[in-house]
Protein backbone atom coordinates (compact mmCIF):
# COMPACT_ATOMS: atom_id res chain seq x y z
CA UNK A 1 0.00 0.00 0.00
CA UNK A 2 2.87 2.51 1.20
CA UNK A 3 4.55 1.69 -2.56
CA UNK A 4 1.03 2.55 -4.52
CA UNK A 5 1.07 5.46 -2.75
CA UNK A 6 4.29 6.84 -4.20
CA UNK A 7 3.57 5.86 -7.22
CA UNK A 8 0.68 7.98 -6.94
CA UNK A 9 2.71 10.91 -5.80
CA UNK A 10 5.68 10.99 -8.74
CA UNK A 11 2.84 10.71 -11.23
CA UNK A 12 0.56 13.66 -9.36
CA UNK A 13 4.14 15.49 -9.57
CA UNK A 14 4.82 15.04 -13.42
CA UNK A 15 1.85 15.72 -14.19
CA UNK A 16 2.45 19.50 -12.77
CA UNK A 17 5.61 19.95 -14.93
CA UNK A 18 4.10 18.97 -17.80
CA UNK A 19 2.07 21.43 -17.55
CA UNK A 20 4.00 24.54 -16.21
CA UNK A 21 6.63 23.69 -19.14
CA UNK A 22 3.78 24.00 -21.68
CA UNK A 23 2.81 27.55 -20.94
CA UNK A 24 2.93 30.87 -23.50
CA UNK A 25 7.22 31.50 -23.02
CA UNK A 26 7.62 35.29 -22.87
CA UNK A 27 11.21 36.99 -24.53
CA UNK A 28 13.23 38.58 -23.05
CA UNK A 29 12.60 42.48 -24.21
CA UNK A 30 15.63 44.89 -24.26
CA UNK A 31 14.00 47.54 -25.50
CA UNK A 32 11.35 48.51 -23.13
CA UNK A 33 12.16 51.60 -21.10
CA UNK A 34 12.79 51.18 -17.24
CA UNK A 35 10.00 52.20 -14.80
CA UNK A 36 10.07 55.14 -12.69
CA UNK A 37 11.32 53.23 -9.85
CA UNK A 38 14.22 51.53 -11.80
CA UNK A 39 15.97 54.68 -12.44
CA UNK A 40 18.84 55.79 -10.32
CA UNK A 41 18.17 59.02 -8.91
CA UNK A 42 20.43 61.54 -10.44
CA UNK A 43 23.11 63.06 -7.74
CA UNK A 44 23.71 66.71 -8.10
CA UNK A 45 27.38 67.77 -8.73
CA UNK A 46 28.44 70.19 -6.79
CA UNK A 47 30.45 73.32 -8.31
CA UNK A 48 34.09 72.67 -7.44
CA UNK A 49 34.97 75.59 -4.80
CA UNK A 50 37.68 77.48 -6.99
CA UNK A 51 41.06 77.75 -5.77
CA UNK A 52 42.09 81.26 -3.84
CA UNK A 53 44.86 82.45 -6.26
CA UNK A 54 47.73 83.38 -3.95
CA UNK A 55 49.01 86.95 -4.91
CA UNK A 56 52.96 86.97 -4.56
CA UNK A 57 54.01 89.96 -3.18
CA UNK A 58 57.04 91.49 -4.80
CA UNK A 59 60.02 91.43 -2.78
CA UNK A 60 60.57 94.53 -1.34
CA UNK A 61 63.71 96.62 -2.40
CA UNK A 62 66.67 97.11 -0.05
CA UNK A 63 66.66 100.18 1.80
CA UNK A 64 69.02 102.65 0.38
CA UNK A 65 72.42 103.95 2.63
CA UNK A 66 70.93 107.13 3.01
CA UNK A 67 67.20 105.11 4.61
CA UNK A 68 69.33 102.52 6.36
CA UNK A 69 71.22 105.74 7.92
CA UNK A 70 68.47 107.66 9.03
CA UNK A 71 66.93 104.30 10.79
CA UNK A 72 70.02 103.31 12.61
CA UNK A 73 70.17 107.23 14.03
CA UNK A 74 66.35 107.10 15.41
CA UNK A 75 67.22 104.35 17.33
CA UNK A 76 69.75 106.36 19.30
CA UNK A 77 67.31 109.20 19.65
CA UNK A 78 66.22 109.33 23.86
CA UNK A 79 69.95 108.53 24.43
CA UNK A 80 72.04 110.82 26.64
CA UNK A 81 75.52 110.32 25.36
CA UNK A 82 77.16 109.54 22.51
CA UNK A 83 80.15 107.79 24.19
CA UNK A 84 78.22 105.66 26.48
CA UNK A 85 77.09 104.06 23.30
CA UNK A 86 80.79 103.76 21.45
CA UNK A 87 83.30 104.77 23.70
CA UNK A 88 85.55 106.64 21.51
CA UNK A 89 83.33 108.99 20.35
CA UNK A 90 83.42 112.35 21.32
CA UNK A 91 80.51 113.51 22.98
CA UNK A 92 78.84 116.43 21.07
CA UNK A 93 77.18 116.64 17.46
CA UNK A 94 80.40 115.58 15.50
CA UNK A 95 80.47 112.28 17.24
CA UNK A 96 76.95 111.45 16.73
CA UNK A 97 77.24 111.94 12.77
CA UNK A 98 80.88 109.80 12.89
CA UNK A 99 79.13 106.82 15.11
CA UNK A 100 76.24 106.75 12.88
CA UNK A 101 77.68 106.81 9.13
CA UNK A 102 80.65 104.93 10.85
CA UNK A 103 77.95 102.08 11.18
CA UNK A 104 77.27 101.81 7.36
CA UNK A 105 81.03 101.71 6.32
CA UNK A 106 81.57 105.77 5.70
CA UNK A 107 84.75 106.48 7.79
CA UNK A 108 84.18 110.56 8.42
CA UNK A 109 87.56 110.49 11.50
CA UNK A 110 89.67 111.35 8.52
CA UNK A 111 89.28 114.36 7.27
CA UNK A 112 91.13 117.13 6.19
CA UNK A 113 92.56 119.80 8.40
CA UNK A 114 90.22 122.71 9.33
CA UNK A 115 89.43 124.63 12.66
CA UNK A 116 86.02 122.44 13.21
CA UNK A 117 85.32 118.31 12.00
CA UNK A 118 81.91 120.14 11.37
CA UNK A 119 83.84 122.32 8.95
CA UNK A 120 85.97 119.69 7.66
CA UNK A 121 82.67 117.31 6.94
CA UNK A 122 81.27 120.18 5.07
CA UNK A 123 84.66 120.77 3.02
CA UNK A 124 84.79 116.82 1.76
CA UNK A 125 80.93 117.07 0.84
CA UNK A 126 81.95 120.06 -1.33
CA UNK A 127 85.56 118.88 -2.58
CA UNK A 128 83.32 115.57 -3.76
CA UNK A 129 80.13 116.68 -5.29
CA UNK A 130 78.11 115.57 -2.32
CA UNK A 131 76.23 118.84 -1.46
CA UNK A 132 72.75 118.61 -2.40
CA UNK A 133 70.88 120.93 -3.84
CA UNK A 134 67.18 121.23 -2.94
CA UNK A 135 64.81 119.10 -0.92
CA UNK A 136 67.00 116.45 1.18
CA UNK A 137 66.30 112.96 1.17
CA UNK A 138 66.71 110.58 4.65
CA UNK A 139 70.41 110.15 5.95
CA UNK A 140 71.64 113.11 4.42
CA UNK A 141 73.37 115.36 6.84
CA UNK A 142 72.28 118.89 7.54
CA UNK A 143 74.84 121.57 8.23
CA UNK A 144 74.60 124.65 10.58
CA UNK A 145 76.45 128.11 10.92
CA UNK A 146 76.72 130.12 14.25
CA UNK A 147 74.78 127.86 16.25
CA UNK A 148 77.24 129.53 19.52
CA UNK A 149 79.19 131.99 19.98
CA UNK A 150 82.40 130.13 19.75
CA UNK A 151 84.78 133.29 19.99
CA UNK A 152 82.38 134.55 22.41
CA UNK A 153 82.26 138.24 20.55
CA UNK A 154 78.67 138.24 20.71
CA UNK A 155 78.43 138.36 16.57
CA UNK A 156 77.54 135.60 14.00
CA UNK A 157 80.86 135.20 13.06
CA UNK A 158 81.58 131.41 13.97
CA UNK A 159 81.81 129.70 10.71
CA UNK A 160 79.63 126.06 10.84
CA UNK A 161 79.44 124.74 14.24
CA UNK A 162 77.08 121.93 13.85
CA UNK A 163 75.62 119.05 11.93
CA UNK A 164 72.97 116.68 12.26
CA UNK A 165 71.46 113.85 10.01
CA UNK A 166 68.06 114.02 8.32
CA UNK A 167 65.37 111.73 9.27
CA UNK A 168 62.47 112.90 6.87
CA UNK A 169 60.81 115.46 5.15
CA UNK A 170 57.34 116.04 5.59
CA UNK A 171 54.65 117.28 2.23
CA UNK A 172 55.09 121.04 3.83
CA UNK A 173 58.78 120.88 3.06
CA UNK A 174 59.36 120.55 6.91
CA UNK A 175 62.68 118.52 7.87
CA UNK A 176 63.03 116.37 10.57
CA UNK A 177 66.59 115.85 11.62
CA UNK A 178 67.95 114.05 15.00
CA UNK A 179 71.14 115.65 16.17
CA UNK A 180 73.29 115.53 19.76
CA UNK A 181 71.66 118.77 21.15
CA UNK A 182 72.07 120.11 24.19
CA UNK A 183 69.53 117.33 26.36
CA UNK A 184 71.15 114.33 24.25
CA UNK A 185 70.45 112.82 21.02
CA UNK A 186 66.80 114.35 20.09
CA UNK A 187 64.77 115.22 17.38
CA UNK A 188 64.55 118.91 15.66
CA UNK A 189 62.71 120.67 12.94
CA UNK A 190 63.43 122.72 9.73
CA UNK A 191 61.40 124.15 7.04
CA UNK A 192 63.16 126.87 4.87
CA UNK A 193 60.12 128.21 3.37
CA UNK A 194 59.20 129.84 6.83
CA UNK A 195 62.86 130.08 8.19
CA UNK A 196 61.81 132.48 11.13
CA UNK A 197 58.54 131.22 11.67
CA UNK A 198 58.51 129.14 15.07
CA UNK A 199 55.58 127.04 15.07
CA UNK A 200 52.47 126.90 12.58
CA UNK A 201 49.37 125.84 15.07
CA UNK A 202 50.84 123.06 16.83
CA UNK A 203 53.48 121.72 14.27
CA UNK A 204 57.07 123.05 14.53
CA UNK A 205 58.64 124.29 11.74
CA UNK A 206 61.74 125.84 13.24
CA UNK A 207 63.16 124.68 16.48
CA UNK A 208 65.19 127.07 18.69
CA UNK A 209 69.28 125.79 17.56
CA UNK A 210 71.16 129.52 19.21
CA UNK A 211 69.89 130.18 22.90
CA UNK A 212 69.15 134.03 23.37
CA UNK A 213 72.32 135.45 25.42
CA UNK A 214 73.31 138.73 27.07
CA UNK A 215 75.05 139.41 23.64
CA UNK A 216 72.29 138.30 20.74
CA UNK A 217 68.91 136.83 20.82
CA UNK A 218 68.17 133.31 19.86
CA UNK A 219 68.10 131.86 16.42
CA UNK A 220 65.77 128.88 14.80
CA UNK A 221 67.31 126.15 12.49
CA UNK A 222 66.05 128.05 9.41
CA UNK A 223 67.61 131.14 10.46
CA UNK A 224 71.35 129.20 10.91
CA UNK A 225 71.41 126.61 8.02
CA UNK A 226 73.91 125.85 5.85
CA UNK A 227 73.46 122.85 3.49
CA UNK A 228 72.82 119.45 3.06
CA UNK A 229 75.31 116.66 1.76
CA UNK A 230 74.50 112.95 0.55
CA UNK A 231 75.58 110.08 2.50
CA UNK A 232 76.70 108.29 -1.23
CA UNK A 233 78.73 110.98 -2.00
CA UNK A 234 80.75 110.88 1.47
CA UNK A 235 81.16 107.62 1.26
CA UNK A 236 82.58 107.87 -2.18
CA UNK A 237 84.99 110.54 -0.90
CA UNK A 238 85.98 108.22 2.20
CA UNK A 239 87.44 105.35 0.26
CA UNK A 240 89.31 108.01 -1.54
CA UNK A 241 90.68 109.32 1.47
CA UNK A 242 91.41 106.22 2.81
CA UNK A 243 93.63 105.00 -0.47
CA UNK A 244 95.21 108.36 0.09
CA UNK A 245 96.20 107.90 3.42
CA UNK A 246 94.97 109.56 6.87
CA UNK A 247 94.61 113.20 7.87
CA UNK A 248 92.94 114.30 10.81
CA UNK A 249 91.16 117.29 11.73
CA UNK A 250 92.59 119.59 14.74
Known sequence: ?????????????????????????????????????????????????????????????????????????????????????????????????????????IDLSRLPSRSSIVQAMYVRARENGALREGSPRPGDLVFFRNTYDRNRDGKRNDGLTHVGIVESVDEDGTVTFIHRGGHGIVRAHLNLERRKQFRDGDETLNDVLRRKSKLSRAYLTGELFAGYASPDGLGRAAVAQARRGPRRAR
Open 1 to 105: MPKLLQMRSFFLVSMLCAIACAGPRVAARTDLAPSRHEIAPSIPVEASTPVAHVREEPPRPRPSTGERIAHRAAEMVGRESVSDIAPGYTDDCSGFVRLVYGSEG
